[in-house]
């Protein structure tokens, strides 16, 4: 591939590697500006190995806090909801409530639920309505791309499913540069019974557009915790799980040869509380004798079944509930007196109010973290541009006008 840029000074070209080192550093809606300077620039900046480099490039794509808070408005419609996604700067300054850039607003919206992920900058969005019809999208906020998933096969006759008892993988099988995500579902029989539950699982391949059925090889009386961030790591997607004799285990599933398997999680009591999240580059559990008021103790795993306890940290702050981690071990909280999201650092002890209210009556506040990405949605040549993103995400989910949700 060869460039055509020369020198300030007009004299020779500037060698290709120099070239490609520029454009690492620079941020997607830079990119996606270039890709329309020249067509040997498109095809670099398209290329999987370019996409690659830019996501690990760490000087110029260092994880930033990406929170979607979602309120109720019932002073507009029973089910209405409004949905914001918002980016932090990089750099936090303690003490001082830091600038918030929205990245995609839902003002009036009825079937959102949940976000999962980001894996490679890209998130899972979900919607349903009553907790049935339950569908899923593919979203890159950095390339203002989507993708509505088509339905998953999960139509059981006689058993029902709930919101709160399904889980997602995010993740990349290797061996045929395929995304692909996983989908674990309970459903129960109509007495609700759990003796009679049935757990099902449909894996989607983003190469085929289509979902295919598995049988899982796991206890169904197990229950799958989701994680803080996607836990995706080397090719295998970790869930927390938990017995009904209180006992846990982690829950795994390798992309590529697309088979379930469990591991060991740290020595800890089975009254303790547990979450997954990514950090440093590696699985990580957070466990406390009791969430809101306790102590939290940072597990890290250096090889499969392997931990080890790296930080154990005691927040000054009044009733609390741990969102993620971020940042050499600073920690995100939700206030439960204030119903506001701060941050806090171990090291010096600080509270850092992050300029969020929450809504205190649901469970709807994610907090991620996140690194933009190049990674196409879209199959095909063919971008989709901001605003038609937008429309399309607005009409993937069922947004009521202004008028007709007032009413």
């Given amino acids: 591939m060869t460039f055509f840029l020369t020198s300030m000074d007009g004299g020779r070209p500037i060698p290709e590697d120099v070239v490609v080192d520029i454009l690492l550093r620079l941020p997607v809606k830079s ?9 040997n620039w498109c095809a670099l900046i398209k290329s999987p190995s370019f996409i690659k480099e830019h996501f690990q490039y760490r000087n110029n794509n260092c994880a930033r806090l990406l929170v979607c808070n979602m309120k109720m408005a019932p002073e507009l ?26 990245l995609l607003q839902l003002p009036r919206v009825t079937d959102f639920t ?34 509505s ?14 919101n709160n008892d399904h889980q997602y993988g995010l993740g990349f099988d290797m061996s045929t540069l395929d995304y692909k995500v996983v989908w674990i579902r309970v459903f129960w029989d109509d007495l609700g019974l759990s003796d ?16 295919r059925r598995l049988t899982p090889k796991f ?19 970790y869930w927390l799980s938990r017995g009904l004799d209180g006992i846990f285990m982690i829950l795994s599933f390798d992309m590529v040869c697309e088979q379930f398997g469990e591991m060991q999680v740290p020595d800890i009591p089975t009254k303790h509380w547990g979450t997954l999240t990514l950090h440093g580059g590696s699985l990580v559990m957070l466990t406390s004798g009791q969430p809101m008021t306790s102590i939290y103790d940072v597990w890290v795993m250096k090889q499969e079944g392997n931990w080890s306890k790296v930080h154990t940290i005691q927040p ?30 171990p090291k010096t002890r600080r509270v850092t109010d992050l300029g969020f209210q929450l809504d205190p ?28 993103a937008v429309k399309q995400i607005e009409h993937y989910f069922n947004t009521l006008p202004a008028d007709e949700a007032s009413s």
């Fill in 31 to 39: 990119l996606l500006r270039f890709k329309c300077v020249r067509k």
């Fill in 77 to 102: 419609h029973p089910i209405v909801k409004s949905v914001v996604f918002s980016l932090l700067p990089e750099e936090i300054v303690p003490g001082v409530t830091p600038e918030q850039k929205t």
């Fill in 114 to 147: 949940c976000v999962a992920g980001p894996f490679n900058g890209l998130f899972l969005v979900e919607k349903s309505l009553y907790g049935v019809d339950v569908c899923l999208g593919l979203w890159n906020p950095a390339t203002k791309e989507f993708r």
């Fill in 149 to 162: 998933l088509p339905p998953a096969p999960f139509e059981i006759e006689g058993f029902l499913s709930h």
């Fill in 196 to 211: 009679n539950n049935r757990v099902y699982t449909c894996v989607y391949s983003s190469c085929n557009n289509s979902w």
């Fill in 219 to 237: 206890p169904p009386s197990s229950i799958l915790s989701a994680p803080l961030d996607a836990t995706y790591l080397n090719g295998v997607y």
């Fill in 316 to 345: 000054h702050i009044d009733a609390h509930w741990p969102i993620n981690i971020w940042d050499n071990n600073k920690m995100v909280f939700e206030n439960m007196e204030t119903s506001q999201l701060v941050l806090y650092d």
């Fill in 361 to 388: 009556n649901i469970d709807g506040c994610w907090v991620f973290n996140y690194k933009e990405s190049l990674v196409p949605i879209k199959r095909g040549s063919n971008t989709q541009g901001e605003d038609n």
